[in-house]
């Protein structure tokens, strides 16, 4: 702030034509060039530093309190918004927080302020001129912060769900290819990306007004400055360094309220992107209020349960329903589909919590038990294993992410995997690619099957995990899965009858009720039982 002051020092030399002083002038006016130079490239590394290590921690939080969240969480979520809350969102507020936005506006406060200083010291005539401007643009940058804030939420709000859509489509592009629906997904994708155009566009118009106006009203000002300050030194009132001192803090007054105008708008996008950002961070994690923990012997107990699905709270799932699984004992459970089959893995699992009864584990209620330690002691195995895009080792050692490349080897020889993963040219580093597209049916169930050893659970959940196999795949499956199931208490939901015939007793579930109990054996013998009846479709399929 000393170098506008050093050049209308440098005028009046001229004008004096003294050359005395020239040269101590010069030299410090070099030395401040430099050490300000040196002063802005700190100021911005450091506050660039900052705002980086500050968007790391929210992308940190944000992911950690949305895994933490439960699963009717994201049943009423989409994956592909939350994945925009993740990158987009906080990547707009890395924006209003970097060097070239947040510290520059700090920098434009203190520099306007000064200047205003500097200016009413040199003349108060012509600063009382240039005030006006000041309010004016204040004024103005507050509504366009405003605007841009409420357009900037929207917008982002608007490629969120252009996300989802995209993400979506790339998911399932297999079953948009087989159907040729290219031309559809594309018109879908470009419905909601022309919703995005239209929020840029709104905020490109009141972008456009703002600055045009702004600008306007600054180069009036210096106008007015030029204007007066010249019948000022005409009249013996100002010298013409002094003149050229004002000038240039007019200049620096401009770029300072342009450069916070400009600032402002940008943190107030990143305050906009933000707001839903921090209302996910501050969000409510999943209920783990137990403690439990200890070693369980597998006796469970469902009590008189109601329950039904919280983004289907008209749907009844289970209505009073009661059953008891003793300890290490094998129990099918079967019923037409939609009868509550999976909801009972999932009760059981806590992913979701009954809205009347109680689920006893070893005498003690569910939710009693540290929600992790109980996850982690109930084994899972589904119709559609999911595996991530990793190698086929690291899958498998996502059952116990610290067991031994020997301990991995010798579950998938368990599961049946280890002769087709060595058949691969890089064994277990194969890669299996994303859900595990590049391996068929029977062996990603293998692996999971391998992964499920690995964790080695006291209680197993089987959900139809042989239905989708051919009868090679399901022999060898059913073979890995008696392996899996020796020792531990095993609820199995199947439709096929060599995976339920072996079960120690069969509850037959229909509209959320057990209708029918006991020895699948002797149910199946029974003309008069329900299962009976049922297994001829089961045969059939």
């Not at 034509?17 to 100021?43: I, Y």
């Not at 600032?263 to 107030?268: L, Y």
């Not at 909801?343 to 584990?361: C, K, M, N, V």
């Not at 995997?417 to 194969?430: E, H, Q, R």
């Amino acid at each position: 702030m000393a170098i506008p002051a050093g050049f209308g020092t440098l005028v009046d030399l001229a004008t004096a034509a003294s050359a005395q002083d020239l040269p101590k002038v010069v030299t410090g006016l070099g030395g401040l060039l430099v050490v300000g130079s040196v002063a802005t490239g700190v100021r911005n590394y450091c506050f660039t530093i900052a705002g980086a290590r500050i968007v790391k921690r929210t992308r940190d939080n944000l992911f950690s309190n949305l895994l933490a969240q439960d699963v009717g969480f994201f049943d009423s979520s989409s994956s592909g918004q939350l994945v925009n809350r993740l990158s987009n969102d906080t990547e707009k507020m890395s924006q209003a927080l970097s060097g070239p936005v947040f510290s520059q506006g700090l920098r434009s406060i203190v520099q306007g302020t000064f200047c205003l200083g500097a200016m009413f010291w040199i003349s108060p005539e012509l600063a009382a001129t240039m005030s006006i401007m000041v309010p004016a643009i204040g004024a103005l940058s507050m509504m366009y912060g405003r605007v841009i804030k409420k357009l900037s939420k929207e917008t982002q709000d608007a490629l969120a769900s252009a996300t989802h859509v995209s993400e979506e489509v790339f998911s399932n592009v297999r079953t948009v290819k087989a159907f040729a629906n290219e031309s559809l997904e594309n018109k879908r994708y470009g419905q909601e990306n022309q919703t995005v155009y239209a929020k840029m566009h709104r905020t490109a118009q009141a972008g456009a007004g703002y600055f045009g106006v702004t600008t306007f009203v600054g180069n009036a000002s210096l106008l007015a400055v030029f204007s007066y300050g010249t019948s000022l030194v005409m009249n013996g009132s100002l010298t013409l360094g002094s003149l050229t001192s004002f000038v240039l803090y007019t200049v620096y007054l401009g770029i300072s309220v342009v450069s916070l105008s400009s600032s402002w708008s940008e943190f107030m996008r990143g305050l906009g992107a933000s707001s839903t950002v921090l209302e996910l961070i501050d969000k409510e994690r999943e209920k783990n209020n137990g403690s439990l923990q200890g070693k369980l012997e597998g006796l469970i107990q469902l009590q008189n349960i109601h329950f039904r699905y919280p983004t289907r709270p008209e749907a009844r799932i289970f209505e009073d329903l009661s059953l008891v699984v003793q300890p290490g004992q094998k129990v099918g459970i079967v019923g037409k589909s939609g009868s509550g089959k999976s909801s009972l893995a999932a009760l059981l699992l806590r992913f979701y919590d009954p809205l009347q009864g109680e689920i006893l584990l070893d005498g003690h209620k569910l939710e009693s038990y540290d929600l992790h330690w109980l996850r982690a002691n109930i084994g899972y195995v589904s119709q559609e294993p999911v595996l991530f895009s990793g190698t086929i080792e690291e899958n498998i050692r996502y059952g116990k992410p610290t067991a031994s490349f020997e301990q991995i080897k010798q579950c998938a020889q368990k599961a049946h995997a280890d002769a087709f993963i060595n058949s691969f040219p890089d064994g277990y580093s194969t890669v299996v690619g994303e859900r595990g597209v590049s391996l068929s049916g029977g062996q990603r169930q293998r692996i999971a099957i391998a992964r499920a050893l690995l964790k080695d659970p006291n209680i197993l959940i089987l959900d139809e995990a042989t239905s989708a196999l051919d009868n090679e795949s399901e022999h060898l499956v059913h073979d890995a899965l008696e392996r899996l199931m020796s020792g531990r208490t095993t609820i199995i939901i199947a439709h096929r009858l060599s995976t339920i015939m072996t079960t120690d007793v069969l509850y037959v579930l229909q509209d959320g009720k057990i209708i029918e109990q006991g020895d699948p054996r002797q149910l199946i013998a029974s003309p008069d039982s329900i299962f009976h009846s049922m297994a001829k479709s089961y045969q059939r399929t």
